[in-house]
């Protein structure tokens, strides 16, 4: 009987709840500032035309129209398709091969091959660019390569050629999303039970079969999240370019977020680029929210 | 699982062809760091073992990474001090405590996760700019608060959420506040989650090249990468140097990264919710 009636606003035991507000506050403060607002002014100015300096002018969704109208707009989201093939689906193809062969037989030195392949993922992206960059100098290491095996008439300025430039800035994703991929692939087939494959060896299921039948089926979810980080990691690049190509030549190497600096910083329209920030801010969301709907469909 | 003693060299040498590939791009620039200097250096640099040590003083006085690095080691650890101290007041109250709105709330901070920084950057430019706030520390510090706050939120949530229940009843009971059932019972307890968040703000932060590159123009106060952009931009005699800056900037977090690879590991895969 004793404090009974003192309770009855607290709710279930040792369930406070106001005070919940109290330890949010601090944390929503900053995020609210520097995260929430910033996107709602990113909305408001995309609706502007406006240099930064004068007055801006009302022109309604002019900015988004441009977006799906202007021919550099438009192949520079183009360009971050042709990156998604680079970051996501050859890590994604590559990776499973690799994990798939890996995970048969228990190779001795396998922690060490998961620290070395993980490294290009803790390195700054502005020193991968610098590294690339020589890699793909005329006098590069790549270029040497293709001498030393006769291969003479393929030497070109990778970064510097209109055909090449975008696979070669492409490719660097690819290097530098194996890693990550194989890791979180190799983590999830880990997990699969051994008697699935005891199974299907006895139903005479070859290593094809095995993979198609046991392997795949059970890594969905981790497909799922490595074709989140990879595509959101295609869309979001800019270091890479900003170091490697600065978008060139031509803009053969422009990119959503490279437009997004080059407008607001270098041309001086920045409602356009809040209105590509904010298209690319959409179209992050949608895709990751796609796919964690399939990935849940998938595993459930 | 028995597999042919054919397929098993078969794994060792993909294993090594993979590994090799990775590494090769880190071992392009170590050893133009390590190499000869070139010819339009001061001249010939100290050597040790044919080693060519000097070329990281001389890159470090020349291209003024001295400068930049201090000025990432101040963001970084404030930024990572701040961060992860108000991500464990919130995701406390997001992963023990019931109160109203807070799936709502709790929402709206995973969309910080996703939120590309080149939507807010333009905007947040221009603010500061009006508030006479570019070109300081804080331009480049705070935003990137925000942005690990919001992941720091959901992962210090998730921890909470794992973490005994019984055990902070226990405490309920014993008539601990609440202050000491964070403090005292579970943040001694969640070490390792902290160790992962702390190395994973860390990283980001000390690796992100947009935010400095649009809040600073001022050249004291250039992160290291914003720092070994520009130098490759003004130094174009020679590679040796700039492979040198390269090492120096990347050097930190790899460190941190060969001693405690597991956190970084675990944290990029079971936090993937972010970049």
Redesign the interface.
């Known amino acids: 009987m004793v404090g009974r009636g003192s309770r009855r606003d607290v709710?279930?035991?040792?369930?406070?709840?106001?005070?919940?507000?109290l330890?949010?506050l601090?944390?929503?403060i900053?995020?609210a500032?520097?995260?929430?607002y910033?996107?709602l002014?990113?909305v408001?100015?995309s609706l502007y035309d406006w240099d930064?300096l004068t007055l801006g002018r009302w022109i309604g969704l002019d900015n988004y129209r441009e977006v799906l109208t202007d021919e550099g707009l438009r192949s520079a989201f183009g360009h971050a398709l042709v990156l998604m093939v680079f970051f996501a689906l050859i890590p994604i193809v590559v990776g499973l091969l690799?994990a798939s062969?890996?995970n048969?037989?228990?190779?001795r030195?396998?922690s060490?091959?998961?620290?070395?392949?993980?490294?290009?993922?803790?390195?700054?992206?502005?020193?991968?660019a610098?590294?690339?960059?020589?890699?793909y100098a005329p006098d590069g290491?790549l270029n040497s390569l293709l001498g030393a095996v006769g291969l003479d008439s393929l030497t070109r300025g990778w970064l510097g050629d209109y055909d090449f430039a975008l696979p070669a800035v492409g490719f660097v994703g690819s290097?530098f999303e194996?890693?990550?991929v194989?890791?979180?692939l190799l983590?999830g087939m880990g997990r699969i039970n051994?008697e699935l494959?005891e199974a299907a060896r006895l139903d005479g299921a070859g290593p094809v079969r095995e993979f198609f039948a046991v392997t795949l089926p059970s890594v969905r979810g981790e497909i799922a999240?490595a074709l989140?980080?990879t595509v959101?990691?295609a869309?979001?690049t800019?270091?890479l370019v900003?170091?490697t190509t600065r978008g060139g030549p031509g803009n053969s190497t422009s990119v959503?977020?490279y437009e997004?600096?080059h407008r607001?910083?270098e041309l001086g329209r920045?409602g356009s680029?809040?209105a590509?920030?904010?298209s690319?801010?959409i179209v992050?969301?949608a895709i990751?929210f796609a796919i964690t709907r399939i990935g849940d469909r998938g595993t459930s | 699982m028995r597999v042919s003693r054919a397929e098993r060299s078969a794994n060792y040498v993909i294993l090594f062809a993979f590994a090799l590939f990775a590494l090769i791009p880190i071992l392009t620039i170590l050893q133009a760091a390590l190499g000869p200097g070139d010819s339009a250096g001061t001249g010939e640099t100290a050597s040790f073992a044919g080693l060519h040590l000097g070329n990281f003083t001389e890159a470090w006085q020349v291209g003024h990474f001295g400068t930049y690095m201090r000025m990432s080691f101040m963001v970084s650890a404030s930024v990572v001090v701040v961060s992860v101290g108000l991500s464990i007041l919130s995701g406390f109250a997001f992963g023990t405590m019931r109160f109203r709105g807070s799936t709502a709330l709790f929402y709206l901070f995973l969309l910080g996760i996703m939120m590309p920084s080149e939507a807010i950057v333009v905007p947040l430019y221009f603010d500061l700019r009006t508030l006479g706030l570019t070109d300081t520390f804080w331009a480049v510090a705070l935003p990137q608060v925000a942005q690990s706050v919001a992941f720091g939120t959901f992962w210090m949530r998730a921890y909470f959420r794992s973490s005994s229940r019984s055990l902070i009843e226990a405490a309920r009971l014993d008539g601990a506040s609440n202050r000491r059932i964070l403090w005292q019972v579970l943040v001694p307890l969640a070490r390792p989650a902290i160790v992962t968040l702390i190395v994973l703000v860390f990283m980001w932060t000390w690796n992100e090249f947009l935010i400095p590159l649009v809040m600073v123009t001022d050249e004291s106060l250039r992160t290291a990468p914003l720092g070994l952009a520009f130098f490759q931009g003004q130094y174009t005699q020679g590679f040796t140097l700039l492979a040198a800056g390269a090492v120096i900037v990347a050097t930190p977090v790899v460190a941190l990264y060969l001693f405690l690879q597991r956190h970084f590991i675990a944290g990029m895969l079971e936090g993937s919710v972010r970049e």
């Open positions: 709710g279930p035991p040792g369930e406070p709840r106001r005070i919940a507000y330890y949010l601090p944390a929503f900053v995020y500032a520097f995260l929430l910033p996107l002014r990113a408001q100015i930064g690799l062969v890996l048969r037989a228990k190779v030195g396998l060490f091959f998961r620290t070395v392949v993980f490294l290009p993922q803790v390195v700054a992206m502005v020193v991968v610098v590294a690339w960059r020589r890699i290491s290097w194996i890693g990550l194989t890791v979180l983590a051994g494959y999240v989140t980080l959101i990691a869309l979001r800019f270091d900003y170091v959503p977020s997004v600096y607001a910083f920045v680029a809040a590509i920030g904010v690319l801010t992050i969301f990751s």
